[in-house]
């Protein structure tokens, strides 16, 4: 009877013991997600990629490169790239550079999302991302003229990258 209930209190100590390690490990992951995001996952094989030639529907392309800003509303990632897209925003109207938006929503509902991220773009488009083969948001794209990927950014980037990121798309100031 005495080793059966040594047993009894062996195993609920393992199992105290279990809980605890589980908590702690679930209590890293979240906070780690919090406070520095998570990773982003790797892109399908069938995510846009440079080189790739994409069409805005709607939209006409060129003479010179086009900024895209693919976004969904309701998109977390989105939300926290805004301080990026207000950035690039000013920094292209600064240099006559075009930027514009693609949304699966309608163009009023975009510009209203856009709007209240404090995104302020005359070019807004309804399309479904999954034809420019944009499978996840936010994706920034930097088109050609001839509507051939030059560079791209998907997910969410480090906010100490913003300048890095408006240079790399529009050049020096």
């Not at 309701?74 to 926290?80: E, L, M, T």
Request: glycine share 8%; charged share 20%.
């Amino acid at each position: 009877m005495l080793a059966r209930s040594k047993l009894s209190v062996s195993a609920a100590i393992a199992a105290n013991c279990a809980t605890v390690v589980l908590c702690g490990v679930l209590a890293v992951s979240v906070i780690k997600t919090a406070f520095f995001g998570s990773q982003p996952q790797p892109s399908r094989p069938d995510q846009v990629k440079i080189g790739d030639r994409v069409a805005i529907s709607g939209a006409t392309l060129g003479p010179g490169d086009t900024v895209v800003l693919a976004l969904r509303e309701g998109c977390a990632y989105c939300v926290r790239s805004a301080p990026l897209y207000k950035e690039i925003v000013t920094a292209a109207r600064a240099r006559n550079r075009r930027v514009v938006a693609v949304l699966d929503e309608p163009v009023d509902r975009a510009r209203s999302y856009l709007g209240s991220l404090g995104i302020d773009l005359s070019e807004v488009y309804q399309a479904k991302l999954s034809s420019l083969r944009v499978h996840g948001t936010p994706t920034l794209l930097l088109i050609s003229g001839a509507g051939v990927v030059k560079r791209l950014w998907n997910g969410l980037q480090p906010a100490d990258q913003n300048s890095s990121i408006v240079r790399q798309i529009l050049g020096p100031a």
